[in-house]
């Protein structure tokens, strides 16, 4: 058994994880040399959240951020998360965006691409695998951990054996929801490293309680990598703990070669804003402890919040039972698809529609219309048919991969966006988040000039610089 490989997620998934990835460049910079020292396999930093919070929250833009990281990091990978044909969005892009995000992120710094489907539609994976082969980059294929009738180990296995012919250099167990178990972990990563000959790589979240039992028990079955966060921002909703992890791995055949007085330094460094967000109520501690309930009803503790924020704002705070059983049926008639977003919100909020109404699907969101449409892509078993009938109303789903049907973006997106661009980076920064962008733009605009035109516009409710 050769050294465990660490990725720190600090800088990534902890924060957004923990305090809705409202962590400023600014608090990270001073630390990031030092971390530069460590002797991760890599650092996750970049995509997932932080694109679209960075200009929406912190009024900094997110391509910057990654150059600036790219400096720093003279000796350590740069890891961005990456939701395939969704990109940093929510929505299905074009191939020529697609492609040009790719691009640009390597340009700018990033070396590891972690690219996921929310339902595990390799289709939806493709055209982003393709270019990062393209650019060069190193390409981690994601499987969606979740669990159901059609999540077998076989499944988990057949799916990652696609991803590596597709040209995967290393496979990752994304278990967003903290849904893995010790003992199914080590029965996983097993088959799994018997499957692919890539490295495989497990990221898992704190929010049961399990993480870093699970952590353990991968390691010990041959696992390659583990994400971990530094201490400040790890457990609860996050990664199991950096130094922890790297102590318990010390003297032994897995260990990590990380210097811990060093990984402490690091945890003294964000002590300090930690406690900040404490005590500005950022960072919550709703959040911090374990959510006993994922393992009770096996939901994420994100979408378990959700729905219980909705139904105490429909004042049924009663029926929350009745919903989260509601919640696996729906899931089952929409094909068992993983919960995580956007899944998650749509299967959720269908099934507190039809427990409220009293009838299943006497009202149907468009997102679900979507869902079942197929325009988020194929679940993993056919939706039912009597349910896609009575939501469909007749029409029939496609059955093909959903952006065939969009016709490339980025030359008009430019044009309606050129008095604003500085880059050829911020016409993707458009296409992913057109209003909030346009905001940025705008505000970034009046740093540079002092007049801020923002002011004048009535249709823009935004408050001054």
Request: glycine letters at 6%.
């Amino acid at each position: 058994m050769s050294k465990v490989k660490i990725v720190e997620t600090v800088l990534r998934d902890a924060h957004q994880s923990l305090i809705a990835t409202r962590m400023p460049y600014s608090e990270m910079e001073p630390i990031l040399d030092k971390m530069d020292t460590i002797g991760y396999h890599a650092v996750e930093c970049w995509g997932g959240a932080t694109f679209d919070a960075a200009l929406r929250f912190l009024k900094e833009d997110p391509w910057e951020r990654l150059r600036n990281f790219k400096k720093h990091f003279k000796n350590t990978k740069l890891q961005m998360l990456f939701r395939g044909q969704n990109i940093l969005g929510y929505n299905n892009y074009p191939d020529d965006v697609v492609e040009a995000f790719v691009r640009k992120s390597v340009e700018n710094g990033i070396d590891i691409i972690r690219i996921f489907d929310c339902l595990n539609d390799v289709r939806n994976m493709k055209t982003a695998i393709d270019a990062a082969k393209r650019d060069k980059a190193h390409i981690q294929c994601a499987v969606s951990y979740t669990l159901g009738e059609a999540y077998t180990i076989d499944y988990w296995c057949d799916l990652a054996k696609k991803m590596e012919d597709m040209g995967a250099d290393s496979i990752c167990i994304k278990d967003m929801a903290g849904l893995l178990l010790p003992y199914e972990t080590e029965k996983l990563v097993k088959a799994l490293k018997g499957a692919v000959k890539v490295p495989v790589e497990l990221h898992t979240h704190y929010t049961s309680g399990m993480a870093s039992m699970s952590v353990l028990k991968a390691i010990e079955a041959g696992v390659d990598i583990v994400d971990t966060a530094s201490s400040p921002f790890a457990l609860g909703t996050s990664q199991p703990a950096t130094e922890v992890i790297v102590k318990a791995l010390e003297g032994t055949e897995y260990d990590t070669g990380l210097d811990t007085n060093k990984l402490i330094e690091i945890a003294k460094y964000f002590k300090p804003y930690r406690e900040q967000c404490l005590e500005s109520g950022l960072l919550s501690t709703k959040v911090l402890g374990v959510n006993v309930d994922t393992l009770k009803y096996q939901v994420p503790g994100g979408m378990l919040s959700n729905l219980v924020k909705q139904l105490s704002d429909a004042g049924a705070g009663n029926k929350l039972d009745d919903v989260l059983a509601e919640v696996a049926a729906v899931r089952k008639d929409f094909g068992e698809p993983p919960l995580v977003t956007p899944s998650s919100q749509i299967v959720g909020t269908q099934a507190t529609m039809n427990v409220l109404t009293g009838e299943r699907y006497k009202m149907v969101p468009k997102e679900s219309y979507k869902l079942v449409k197929g325009e988020f892509g194929q679940s993993v078993r056919p939706v039912d048919p009597e349910i896609s009938k009575k939501i469909l109303k007749g029409e029939s789903p496609i059955t093909h991969r959903p952006a065939d049907d969009l016709k490339p973006r980025l030359k008009e997106a430019e044009k309606e966006m050129e008095v604003y661009k500085k880059q050829d980076e911020d016409v993707l920064s458009y296409v992913l988040f057109p209003e909030v962008a346009m905001e940025f733009f705008k505000y970034r605009k009046a740093m540079e000039t002092g007049v801020d035109e923002r002011l004048y516009d009535k249709s823009n409710k935004a408050y001054p610089v």
